[in-house]
């Protein structure tokens, strides 16, 4: 037995193993806590691990194990309930653990720098400002609004408390510490300050009522609830109150949107009704203000955390509830790398941490459904708008025949033009960015197409290039056809910035704005533009998805959908879904409150029968058809997927890989297992690589699960795996 403990770490790197090593040298054994970082020599450098355990043998002699360059923390990071979520999350999605980890930590924490310091700027009053008469600041009254402050404390008062009492005052204290009236310092507060609550709860209605007190009524204990409300049924308000009672029980909440834009105004409700303190975890803060937020969770200092998808891998020690908000949305899924679903983890880490679960949305996903329907779930329904708002209209517009203005037909651009005259807005929903999605040559057919990928390049005329969206390649706009050499390039379709051109020309008075990920490149302009459409300043909008999701706009009255056909022949068996999720997110931003809404959907398919039932009963009854087509074609939820992608830059590595990976699949898998090709991808080139996938599946998860345990470990000693990039995975949402 070796005199010193051995040291298990999870290293950042493809494989499915852990490493054994020896103790930095003087280093104390009673530092070495499961849930550190620690340095360690891998291969021809070194990498920052996460110490999971301490063992007494090793399947490698002591002799041969490396030690440890040097222990990065005094504190563990993580517990071992979040060491246990992340294995779990390894072994069921097939991924290294070490990559797991190292994905839930903050970018600096990764590379093995120190953790940021979150000692706060404090302020306090030296013996001359203690000297000075309140009435020699009398022309200066935010100075003398600090003074006043800082002469109530008995030590130093926070920056951050003075900023929620008096405002943004940087300059004021810059000010006063320039006459030597207050001097800072640094300090430890015990938990983050928390803004003053200025928004009265509003009365809940019925179905608000019901849905807080079935999930108080389950105690504070693991539950899976689907808060299934129609748009503007308030589920923001149960949301709310359920926050309010795990507060009050000591608890933390972690809160999870789909998107970045949809956090701020989520924030401001958060803070305009609880006097708690909230912080932010996304990818658009910078890192540090980042780990910040991340170590005021991991201490229990903030006590609501919200964030987009990784967030969900945020150390809580006291948590006590989880919110996903618009859980049917395709960006919980990550789809590269470590390809995990923030939904279906959050129900996991739920059940490890014994607390409810609440998963909302106004389109719930089939699976989600499917699980209420069965009993899994608690299926909570909210059917009625709050404050006595209608349903908005929805009508289908047969665009068939009918000459069309840059994708709008004539009746639409009438009722546009009626709407705005009316004082109301108007919102026109088409998901395809860009001014036009061909260029084409009118002489000889030439097409621009991406030279790296099976796609065609979208004209961007604002920014003059050609932009393949699907692996982000640019060129600037050619002047004439590289095959015949003429000039008459013409564009085919319509983008969103085609449609804004023509909206300018046709309404410049309604100030038509565009929101698409083009227009909200920067920080804050997506917030922005919101605050300026509730003030009024736009009465004509236009966008893709970023409109569809979660906004209050009460005085757009009108909705116009202008392509959504392809969903109904899409490639991928999700694609009806879909279409149907985002046509239903999008007419819920028509008619709020006391002005009644009208939304029309232009077709060229107004008698296909999924879109006619969505149309006529809603979501509910085209989700209940949807899992009906599902159960005969024996598609999940009714069944289990897996999918194995390879890609490479020649075309045939891929096949070749998949083909040996099959065969090892065959001698494994059994009777409950069924292997769907190898099949070159939808888009079988993209990015200059070839692509081909092998799908797997089975009608118990457990079934899959055991293959998958035996089978993805041997996929990288396979002789055709060193020419080829490949992935797999668990559950897979999109096969594009």
Same mark, same amino acid.
Request: aromatic fraction near 6%; include cysteine.
């Given at each position: 037995?070796?005199d010193?403990p051995?040291?298990?770490v999870?290293?950042?790197a493809?494989?499915y193993?852990c %490493?054994?090593?020896?103790?930095? *040298?003087?280093?104390d054994?009673?530092?070495?806590k499961?849930?550190?970082?620690? /340095?360690?020599? %891998?291969?021809?450098?070194?990498r ?9 043998e090793?399947?490698?002699?002591t002799?041969r194990l490396k030690r ?5 923390d005094a504190?563990?990071?993580?517990s071992?309930?979040d060491?246990?979520l ?11 653990l070490?990559e797991v ?9 990764r590379?093995?720098?120190?953790p940021?310091s979150?000692?706060? +700027?404090a ?19 935010r /100075?003398a609004?600090?003074?006043?402050r ?5 030590e ?10 008096c405002?943004e !005052? ?8 320039? +006459?030597?009236?207050?001097k800072?310092?640094? =300090? ?7 803004k ?6 509003p ?7 019901e849905a ?6 389950e ?7 689907l ?23 000591g #608890? ?5 949107v789909p998107?970045i834009? $949809? ?10 009704r ?12 910078a ?5 910040r ?5 991991r201490?229990?200092r ?6 987009? =998808? ?5 150390p809580m020690p ?14 919980f899924?990550q789809q590269?790398?470590f390809r995990?679903?923030a939904?279906?983890i ?5 059940? #490890? ?10 389109t719930?996903?089939?699976?989600s459904l499917?699980?209420? #329907? ?13 404050g006595?708002?209608?349903?908005p ?5 047969d *665009?068939?025949?009918i ?5 709008v ?7 546009v033009?009626?709407t705005?005259a009316?004082?109301n807005?108007?919102?026109l929903?088409?998901n ?11 002489d ?5 197409? !991406?030279r790296r990928?099976d796609?065609r ?10 932009? !393949?969206?699907h ?9 004439g !056809?590289?095959?015949?050499g003429?000039?008459?390039l013409r564009?085919?379709g319509q ?23 083009d227009?909200?490149?920067? +920080?804050?302009?997506?917030?922005r ?6 003030e009024?300043?736009?009465?004509l ?12 706009f009460p ?7 202008l ?10 068996y999700?694609?009806?879904e879909?279409m149907?999720q /985002?046509?239903t ?8 409150a006391e002005?009644?809404?009208r939304?029309?959907?232009q077709?060229?398919?107004p008698?296909?029968?999924l ?5 006529r ?15 005969l074609?024996?598609?999940?939820p009714?069944s289990?997927q897996a999918?194995?992608?390879a890609?490479a830059?020649g075309?045939e590595?891929?096949?070749l %890989?998949?083909d ?24 079988e080139?993209r990015?200059?690589?070839y692509?081909?996938h092998?799908?797997?599946q089975?009608?118990q ?5 055991? $293959?998958?345990?035996?089978?993805v470990p041997?996929?990288s ?20």
């Open positions: 037995m070796p010193e051995i040291l298990r999870a290293v950042p493809p494989l193993s %490493f054994d090593y020896l103790s930095p *040298i003087d280093c054994p009673g530092a070495l499961p849930g550190v970082r620690i /340095q360690v020599p %891998f291969g021809r450098g070194e920052c691990g996460i110490l999971l355990e301490l063992v007494q090793s399947a490698y002699k002799r440890a360059k040097r222990l990065l504190d563990a990071l993580f071992s309930a060491l246990a992340l294995q779990w999350c390894a072994n069921y999605y097939q991924h290294p070490g980890i190292a994905n839930a930590l903050p970018v600096r924490l590379k093995g720098e120190v940021v979150l000692a706060h +700027k302020w306090q009053l030296t013996s001359e400002g203690m000297d000075q008469r309140p009435d020699s600041l009398k022309q200066a009254p /100075q609004a600090i003074m006043q800082l002469s109530n404390e008995m130093s008062l926070s920056q951050e408390a003075l900023y929620v009492e405002g !005052c940087r300059g004021v204290l810059r000010t006063l510490e320039s +006459k030597g009236w207050i800072s310092d640094h =300090r430890l507060m015990t938990r983050s300050v928390a003053p609550a200025t928004e009265v709860p009365e809940l209605n019925s179905g608000q009522r807080v007190e079935r999930v108080l009524a105690g504070d204990g693991f539950g899976i609830f808060l299934d409300g129609v748009t503007g049924s308030g589920k923001t308000e149960v949301y709310l109150q359920l926050v309010e009672h795990a507060l009050a029980r #608890k933390q909440v972690l809160v999870l998107e834009g $949809l956090t701020p105004q989520l924030m401001g409700r958060f803070e305009r609880i006097a708690e303190s909230v912080v932010m975890l996304h990818s658009g803060l890192d540090t203000e980042r780990e937020a991340w170590h005021e969770a201490l229990g903030a006590r609501i955390v919200l964030g987009t =998808r990784s967030a969900l891998f945020t006291d948590l006590g509830l989880i919110l996903v908000d618009e859980e049917h949305d395709i960006s899924k590269d790398r995990y679903s939904r279906d959050a129900v996991i880490r739920g059940q #490890k941490s014994d607390c409810p679960v609440v998963l909302g949305s106004a719930p996903s089939l699976e499917h699980n209420a #329907k069965s009993g899994r779930y608690h299926h909570l329904i909210l059917s009625e708008r709050a006595g708002a209608k349903p209209r929805l009508d289908l517009l *665009i068939r025949s000459r069309l203005e840059t994708g037909s004539p009746v639409l651009m009438r009722m033009g009626d705005l009316e004082g807005q108007v919102l929903f088409l395809r960015r860009g001014y036009a999605p061909v260029m084409t040559c009118h000889c057919g030439w097409v621009a197409q !991406c990928c796609a390049m979208t004209l961007h005329a604002g920014s003059g290039i050609l932009w !393949c969206h692996c982000g390649s640019q060129r600037p706009i050619d002047k !056809c590289p095959d015949c003429e000039q008459d564009t085919l983008g969103t910035e085609k449609l804004e051109e023509l909206l300018l020309q046709r309404f410049p008075n309604a100030n038509p704005v565009r929101i698409d990920r227009t909200t490149r920067r +920080k804050g302009r997506m917030e533009l919101f605050n300026h459409i509730l009024g300043k736009h009465s909008l236009v966008g893709t998805q970023m409109l569809a999701k979660g906004h209050h005085d757009v009255t009108l909705v116009g959908i392509d959504v056909d392809q969903g109904l022949f899409g490639a991928d999700r694609a009806a879909r149907a /985002q046509i997110q999008v007419a819920g931003r028509a008619g709020r002005k009644p809404g939304v029309i959907i077709t060229r398919h008698d296909h029968p879109m006619n039932i969505l149309v009963q809603g979501y509910d009854a085209f989700a209940d058809e949807s899992l009906s087509e599902r159960q074609a024996d598609f999940p009714f289990y999918l194995l992608r890609e830059p075309e590595a891929p096949s %890989f998949l040996e990976a099959q065969s090892i699949a065959r001698q494994l898998g059994g009777d409950r297992v069924t292997l769907w090709g190898p099949v070159p991808a939808p888009m080139r990015a200059g690589r692509r081909a092998l799908l797997i089975s009608d998860r457990g079934y899959l699960q055991a $293959l998958l345990s035996k089978w041997q996929l000693s396979l002789k055709s795996a060193r020419r080829v990039r490949w992935s797999i995975d668990v559950d897979p949402q999109e096969i594009l």
